[in-house]
């Protein structure tokens, strides 16, 4: 895809909000939190992505959460420098390192560690997290890409701002930047802070040259669930995949659920907003937007497309597409079933959004044919049927 330059764009404003601007360029993809849920989601439209010869021309990539769980895995599997549609081989060994990772429960044992009383005034649980995640995601934060930029967002509790993590800097809009170098530290404890979800896991406080005082970084998805922040300011094309939850229906009566129900209707309030002003934006053609949630099914696009889509065919039907949106967003054990339920879901739900909103295809071009990632789990199969009735 060629850079595309259009009048309206936007740049930061003095609150960390869209100021119009003159001129943006390129594209950018946003990955969503929500835990392995999240990642597994990506997975497959990150692939239906390179199928239609967009993943390796993206020139950011913004991630949050579980989002940034797999981006981390993203620019360190595939083979960047080489500025091509990446090969079955190298998209497949991508799949193996995310099933491999979300088939590990790296949550439960750092939690338990924290409980015990000579640990109480130690380091945060989410650190322990890092340590668990350096066994999948290698190498340290200024060992990204040149390309695309990879940018991995947490929350500045603070400042009330974004906070981003960068190959070459990282830092946030009022609490100054740091030198990615003089940091130090491994991409693996950047993607576990952007995923340090409250009241879970305890803040991580940062302090250093260039910036305004110490930093107290959580969850990126307190600020911006979708990892909009990076992109919509300054590309021209915005994709967004969304793999986070919808909040969830009534509340118990413990306190615990009652926090729950706190952060979860804050968190879908946000989303909803961000989501409208990325939609609202769009037909305003500030920029070209497209986005696909793990809540849709393929029917949502079908206006939008040619009635023999193959899409709409293999893509899951709404009672099935409602089943996934209420697998949990978590950091524990998916089974390979899930894992294989979620990636096609994110495969075909890309494809359907793509092709009906992505905007520099000719319309005589024909839609490349899909090859759905786990063909046992298609609608209608037997093994969907039981994982739909279980849900």
Request: aromatic share 8%; proline share 8%.
């Amino acid at each position: 895809m060629k850079p595309v330059t259009l009048v309206g764009s936007w740049r930061e404003g003095p609150h960390g909000g869209p100021e119009p601007t003159t001129g943006r360029e390129g594209s950018g993809l946003c990955l969503s939190g929500g835990g392995y849920r999240a990642a597994l989601f990506h997975l497959g439209a990150a692939r239906r992505l390179n199928e239609l010869g967009l993943l390796h021309t993206l020139d950011t990539v913004s991630s949050v959460s579980g989002g940034s769980l797999f981006s981390a895995l993203m620019a360190t599997t595939l083979p960047w420098t080489q500025q091509r549609a990446f090969s079955n081989q190298e998209i497949n060994q991508l799949q193996c390192c995310t099933r491999r990772l979300c088939a590990q429960d790296i949550r439960t044992l750092p939690i338990l560690r924290r409980l015990w009383p000579t640990r109480w005034s130690g380091p945060p649980a989410i650190l322990d997290v890092a340590r668990l995640l350096e066994e999948h995601i290698r190498g340290p934060l200024t060992g990204l890409p040149d390309t695309p930029e990879f940018l991995f967002c947490a929350s500045d509790l603070g400042n009330g701002t974004n906070w981003t993590f960068g190959r070459g800097r990282s830092g946030g809009y009022l609490a100054g930047d740091i030198d990615s170098a003089a940091l130090n530290w491994p991409l693996a404890r950047a993607a576990a802070v952007s995923a340090c979800f409250p009241p879970v896991f305890q803040p991580v406080i940062l302090n250093g040259p260039g910036l305004h005082g110490p930093v107290t970084l959580n969850d990126g998805g307190n600020y911006d669930n979708l990892g909009l922040e990076p992109v919509w300011k300054r590309r021209a094309v915005v994709l967004v995949s969304d793999g986070g939850g919808r909040s969830q229906r009534g509340v118990g009566n413990n306190r615990w659920s009652q926090l729950l129900r706190f952060v979860t209707m804050g968190d879908a309030q946000a989303r909803s907003l961000r989501r409208r002003w990325l939609i609202a934006d769009a037909r305003r053609q500030i920029y070209h937007a497209v986005y696909w949630a793990v809540s849709q099914d393929v029917s949502v696009f079908a206006p939008r497309l040619p009635p023999d889509a193959e899409c709409l065919r293999e893509g899951y039907p709404p009672p099935v597409a409602q089943a996934i949106g209420r697998i949990r967003t978590d950091l524990n054990h998916f089974t390979p079933d899930e894992q294989g339920l979620l990636e096609n879901h994110g495969y075909t739900l890309a494809d359907a959004a793509l092709q009906a909103y992505f905007p520099f295809r000719p319309p005589s071009t024909p839609w490349p044919d899909l090859h759905l990632p786990h063909s046992h789990l298609r609608p209608g199969s037997g093994e969907v049927a039981a994982l739909t009735r279980r849900r």
